[in-house]
């Protein structure tokens, strides 16, 4: 099919996505860089403290606990220390751990170098003392810096037999058994991972697997592309306009841009003269061999692709070591605070998200990329720009990377978005359920 000025809108489709992308990870540099003068608690650091007072208890009822397992614990905690008010907290842990009260001199050292710890500091020094701290300003104010953290050090102040330490300990343990078990679950769904990543392999190449996609002329692929680049231009441009002006917008303006560009996306190749059912098959809109069957398909295909994601972690883990970036996701944030906003966060990850990236990467992207290179570069293409707009940072390049690969070989499988929308909703559901237990 021919298309007027194909060719200057695929130029300009790709300037727009390398231009977004290099947008995305400046802010997102920014936003690590930029110094605040407001303090929040660090969620990834609390969760690995609440891990590690929960493994130290339930060794210790076990009459099992080591110096050495706690050190290491000790160790792991601090490579999320990132600031001053880290090193507090961390030194918060390493005194509950060793059940002594904070050092006095390291304390000191902290509150000298950095000025608002001081008050932090002589809020320490008081816990011990407090009884009503719902009437205390100074409580109020260390609690909504330093959050969990900061009910350990209130804990510690108090006698071993308290109820509210015996309680704080409980929810140690809880996220302890948690992650334990989903590390064991995890391990064992790998391996079932790899022996149908196996089974996948000698079928595909004894000719009984087809993956592939169906072939576009350039014309074809470069309209595709200018469909994500036009989306992906607004999901991100209106935004940030939003966000610039001097206007108080209702939680709910902030999702209307984000359906704005998914319907523009979609719509684009059927604007520029693409008839209706090669758009449908084009995008994957249809049921395959049935929707059932296209949803058990993308269950399988997730679970045989476990050991590509446990590569991107390990990956992922390099990349940590080296430029100390710990992965991390906003989503967190938000699992840690009231109902309504852990639900919001559910849809999101487990509707709108599968939908809308399938729906525009695996649809548009990676169809479109594959139409002008081979299938594989052009999947990589298109995973690394999924990696890259997604706010983990550089640590979490890898493994989503890893996800984004799945999703297009499901698409290359099936045709139908049935499959990759199950798998990525599959994938984003197990995370929230996680999310909600240790929360």
């Not at 400046?26 to 407001?38: G, H, I, L």
């Not at 009884?131 to 100074?138: G, I, S």
């Not at 089974?199 to 692929?221: D, E, I, N, Q, V």
């Not at 990759?420 to 197990?430: D, F, K, R």
């Amino acid at each position: 099919m021919n298309y007027r000025y194909s060719k200057l809108g695929l130029v300009l489709a790709l300037l727009v996505i390398a231009a977004c992308a290099v947008f995305v990870v400046r802010v997102q540099t920014m936003e690590r860089e930029e110094p605040t003068s407001e303090v929040w608690p660090n969620r990834m650091l609390e969760l690995l403290a609440r891990y590690s007072v929960g493994t130290q208890a339930i060794l210790q009822s076990a009459g099992q606990s080591t110096a050495e397992l706690n050190d290491a614990m000790l160790r792991d905690v601090g490579t999320l220390s990132r600031t001053d008010e880290d090193a507090l907290r961390v030194l918060l842990l390493k005194s509950w751990m060793a059940d002594q009260p904070p050092e006095e001199a390291k304390m000191a050292v902290l509150a000298q170098k950095n000025e608002g710890l001081k008050a932090d500091v002589e809020m320490l020094r008081r816990l011990s003392s407090l009884r009503d701290l719902a009437a205390d300003e100074d409580w109020q104010r260390f609690f909504k810096r330093h959050g969990w953290m900061a009910e350990l050090a209130r804990a510690q102040a108090l006698e071993p037999k308290n109820p509210a330490r015996q309680a704080l300990v409980q929810q140690g343990m809880g996220t302890a058994m948690v992650l334990i078990a989903g590390m064991m679950l995890g391990m064992l769904a790998a391996v079932g991972g790899l022996v149908l990543m196996i089974w996948g392999l000698r079928r595909w190449r004894g000719g009984k697997l087809r993956l592939t996609l169906a072939r576009r002329s350039r014309a074809h692929g470069g309209v595709l592309i200018e469909g994500f680049a036009i989306y992906l231009l607004l999901f991100l441009l209106i935004p940030w306009l939003m966000s610039q002006l001097p206007v108080s917008w209702p939680h709910w303006a902030a999702y209307v841009p984000a359906l704005v560009a998914l319907i523009l996306g979609m719509q684009w190749p059927l604007l520029r003269g693409m008839q209706r059912p090669l758009w449908r098959e084009t995008l994957g809109l249809h049921r395959g061999a049935g929707g059932f069957k296209e949803m058990g398909a993308g269950v399988l295909g997730w679970l045989a692709a476990l050991p590509l994601l446990v590569l991107g972690m390990i990956a992922a883990s390099w990349i940590t070591k080296l430029t100390g970036q710990f992965p991390s996701h906003p989503i967190v944030e938000v699992f840690a605070g009231n109902g309504w906003a852990k639900l919001g966060a559910v849809v999101l990850a487990v509707v709108w998200a599968p939908v809308s990236e399938e729906l525009m990467f695996r649809g548009l992207l990676f169809p479109g990329l594959s139409a002008w290179l081979r299938w594989l570069l052009g999947m990589l293409l298109a995973a690394f720009v999924f990696a890259v707009i997604h706010p983990q940072g550089w640590a979490g390049v890898p493994a989503i990377m890893a996800l984004a690969a799945t999703f297009s070989f499901l698409r290359m499988w099936r045709q139908s978005l049935i499959a990759p929308m199950t798998a990525h909703a599959l994938n984003n559901g197990i995370m929230c359920a996680m999310m909600l237990l240790l929360w």
